[in-house]
Nanobody, 124 residues
Framework: QVQLVESGGGLVQAGGSLRLSCAAS?????????MAWFRQAPGKEREFVAA????????DYVESVKGRFTISRDNAKNTVHLQMNSLKPEDTAVYYC????????????????WGQGTQVTVSS
């Protein structure tokens, strides 16, 4: 099993920044997992935000966060981060960390492992 624990969420004004972190652990977790972030706003479906390959040499972002969010990972510490800059009210959502052995493949991508989520609220 794999356990994922997110941290770093909170309340921030529009234009501000937050850095989310996700700590991975578990008997079957290894650094060759793809790590990803998803988010779910009230009344909306969960959507993909960003993914990073196990080597960190490949990443993908949803169009709406490109140029503002950066995903990174530290395999020595089994952690992944999401640096969020220039935040907008429409970024308000619960953010979920996810892990899978396969890399992000598009709209039907659904990782095997999920964290509990951390709330991000951006005020206008």
């Amino acid at each position: 099993q794999v356990q994922l624990v997110e941290s770093g969420g909170g309340l921030v004004q529009a234009g501000g920044s937050l850095r989310l972190s996700c700590a991975a652990s578990g008997r079957t977790f290894s650094s060759d997992y793809t790590m990803a972030w998803f988010r779910q706003a009230p009344g909306k479906e969960r959507e993909f935000v960003a993914a990073i390959s196990w080597r960190g040499d490949r990443n993908d972002y949803v169009e709406s966060v490109k140029g503002r969010f950066t995903i990174s990972r530290d395999n020595a510490k089994n952690t992944v981060h999401l640096q969020m800059n220039s935040l907008k009210p429409e970024d308000t959502a619960v953010y979920y960390c996810a892990a899978d052995r396969t890399y992000y493949s598009g709209i039907n991508y659904y990782p095997d492992y999920w964290g509990q989520g951390t709330q991000v609220t951006v005020s206008s």
